[in-house]
């Protein structure tokens, strides 16, 4: 018995043994990926160059992107109290394409898995897509070499390094650059150079290091960036793999690894031989086309484009369902009637979300894709159109994280469907004014602002257009089931150039979120300010706008929230519901950055650039008291003649208030105080 129990303490022992043995083992390095290809796992456009070598993760494909992970897991092994570290040393290239604007960056990176085939080229370097960006389920820690400033990742400039976890938004990030340690100063790099590049990742006593310097030259002594990271937080299960991961999107680069190294810690780790690595190639720049083969092209694609012209005119009579040429460049995701009527179960009136002006939405589910919501118009109203054409153009082109995003679109003879993605949350005008939804706390709405804010920042700034929005309200303000907010309806949005004349002579919006000079210069970013401006009142408030059934010192809320002000009562405006279960401080912020967007004088509303800042507390609201000119004046209510039209459509909604519509500002529009209904009240 006590032979047994001893041979059993004795395998015990030898099977720890080898564990431990192999975690001591797991290092590797390559010096070009001849002998290493067996090694690693590729997958999407990733591949090894067999003549030198060298492992390319991208080459000059548009929206495409690869990944390269070592084929084994880094186990960190199962004793808690055991100390981590790793050590990694390698050479990149990232080689711009001759003519091309630029190019997406590469990552170093631990992955609780290598399978990263689901995430998205572009901005997000193959890493993560829209929905995984910033979940902890993720499980993943970066290390980008980014050559594109992204207004969405809160990115400091399109050349430099960062530490992410969960997330391109960058834990800590700094322009690239070097330590000379002859001059005792930094000095810059250039990511995007075509220059062989060399990066050391040091992690040791839960601090993480990186270091870059050019190919000849040593490692520095002081590190780019410096960070205290928890590993086995991001990694519960204690087993990471290591790799790289780069994407391209419509902008194009080669990005190319030339020698890996890897061990368990900064002193066992393997030295690179530079003279070994495979050289960086070059991209050949392509000869010019001779002038007169261009004019013989020219003249052929208008000969083409106006025969094709000719038979989408044809087509456009003889069939009821038609493609017209506007679709192909800005069209997403086309789906057939017949799956969308599966989705909707005939579009059965039980999954009906809501109604308007033109047209009904309705709740569906589609195979791989999931929740969706379903827009339905009129055909044959051509506003309806319009609206239409309007959605599918400028949702279709934009990304960013808080935009309700579209999915794709059908018509079929009498109608047209927009396909988005569904918000289970519903709209944040449900939580205010209806009954059957629980009151938002002061955190969460809060939360709601910031998001709203940050994706009308990206419209007006960060678009590859300037976007007007035009309709920003409450009931187009959607909530997933995290309450996180979205912005929605682009049925009257408008595209601009950067830096080109802004304001439009169409008044539109909706009556309460509309800023006096609509009736005279039209819309603007400023405008657009001014709505965000009364919404947010709206939200802090739970109150609209404005609300004729309200007594006549409390009808119009600007003018409501100024007077508390003015009384010294501020925080006596916020909505009821709250109790006291809010920071006052955030909400006189929140109150006097609202009056400060909604002041009658446009000059001295802020930009939502501004607005991000101020209402993320990362710069402290300007000077003004309730005295300042334009500020705390209710916005006079529009009333139209048969000329001005009262629209529904995009709230979907009849507790909302309505949308207004005016082709011209010469259309006969004069002030008033009165409201007038589309019911004629």
């Known amino acids: 018995m006590a032979q047994r129990l001893h041979l059993l303490l004795f395998v015990h022992f030898f099977s720890k043994l080898l564990c431990f043995s192999s975690q001591q083992d797991f290092s590797f390095v390559y010096n070009g990926f001849n002998q290493g290809q067996a090694d690693l796992n590729l997958d999407g456009a990733a591949r090894f160059q067999n003549s030198d070598g060298l492992l390319q993760l991208t080459d000059a494909t548009a929206q495409k992107m690869g ?112 330590y000379s340690d002859r001059k005792g100063t930094n000095k810059s790099l250039t990511l995007l150079s075509g220059a062989p590049l060399q990066v050391w990742v040091d992690y040791e006593d839960s601090l993480l290091n990186v270091t870059l310097a050019p190919l000849r030259n040593k490692k520095p002594s002081r590190p780019l960036l410096s960070r205290n990271i928890n590993l086995t937080e991001i990694f ?28 368990r810690s900064r002193v066992s780790l393997q030295s690179l031989d530079i003279s070994k690595l495979p050289t960086v190639p070059r991209p050949k720049i392509t000869k010019k086309t001779s002038p007169l083969l261009i004019v013989l092209l020219v003249i052929l694609a208008l000969v083409v484009t106006a025969v094709l012209g000719g038979v989408c005119v044809y087509r456009r009579k003889k069939y009821a369902e038609v493609k017209e040429p506007w679709e192909e460049p800005y069209g997403p995701l086309r789906y057939s009637y017949k799956s969308l009527y599966k989705a909707t179960r005939g579009f059965n009136k039980d999954d009906r979300l809501g109604q308007g002006g033109f047209g009904e939405v309705f709740k569906g589910n589609l195979p791989l894709v999931g929740g969706i919501a379903v827009k339905r118009l009129s055909h044959d109203a051509e506003q309806g159109m319009k609206q239409f054409v309007a959605e599918v153009v400028t949702m279709g082109s934009l990304k960013h994280k808080n935009l309700v995003p579209l999915l794709g679109y059908c018509r079929r003879k009498g109608e047209l469907l927009l396909v988005s993605k569904y918000m289970e949350g519903g709209s944040v005008d449900q939580y205010l004014f209806h009954s059957d939804k629980p009151p938002l706390s002061w955190s969460q709405r809060l939360a709601i602002l910031r998001d709203i804010a940050s994706a009308l920042c990206y419209l007006h700034t960060g678009a590859s257009h300037v976007v007007l929005h035009r309709d920003i309200k409450a009931s ?58 009364a919404f947010m009142l709206e939200v802090a408030c739970g109150r609209r706008p404005f609300d004729p059934e309200m007594p006549v010192e409390k009808r119009h809320l600007v003018k409501w929230v100024f007077e508390c002000w003015r009384k010294g009562s501020l925080v006596d405006a916020i909505d009821t519901r709250l109790g006291s279960k809010f920071i006052p401080w955030e909400v006189e912020m929140v109150l006097k950055l609202g009056l400060l967007c909604t002041s009658i004088v446009p000059d001295s509303r802020p930009t939502m650039e501004q607005v991000v800042q101020y209402i993320n507390m990362h710069q402290t609201l300007p000077d003004f008291s309730p005295d300042t000119p334009g500020v705390g004046v209710s916005t006079p209510v529009l009333m139209g003649v048969p000329s001005l039209g009262i629209n529904f459509s995009s709230g979907f909604s009849s507790a909302s208030p309505p949308s207004v519509s005016s082709s011209s500002a010469n259309n006969s529009m004069f002030i008033s105080h009165t409201i007038i209904y589309g019911d004629g009240r």
């Open 67 to 178: 990944h390269a992970f070592f084929n084994k897991p880094f186990d960190f092994g199962s004793v808690p109290s055991q100390s981590l570290s790793f050590s990694t040393h390698f050479v990149c290239a990232l080689v711009p394409k001759p003519g091309a604007d630029g190019g997406h960056g590469i990552a170093f990176v631990l992955s609780s898995s290598m399978d990263l085939t689901q995430a998205d080229p572009t901005q997000y370097l193959g890493l993560f897509s829209i929905s995984t960006n910033g979940s902890p389920s993720s499980q993943l820690l970066a290390i980008e070499l980014d050559t594109v400033q992204s207004a969405e990742f809160d990115d400091i400039d399109k050349n430099h390094v960062g530490i992410d976890i969960n997330s391109l938004h960058s834990n800590v990030s700094a322009s690239a650059s070097y």
């Open 236 to 263: 519960p299960g204690r087993k990471a793999f290591v790799g790289f991961s780069a994407a391209t999107g419509s902008l194009i680069s080669y990005q190319y690894i030339l020698g890996w190294s890897f061990s």
């Open 476 to 533: 187009n303000v959607m909530l997933n089931g995290d309450l996180q907010g979205f912005l929605g309806d682009f049925g009257m949005a408008r595209f601009d150039d950067h830096g080109a004349n802004l304001y439009t002579t169409a008044a539109v919006g909706t009556i309460g979120y509309m800023a006096l000079e609509l009736t005279s210069t039209g819309t603007s970013t400023g405008t657009d300010v001014y709505a965000f401006g």
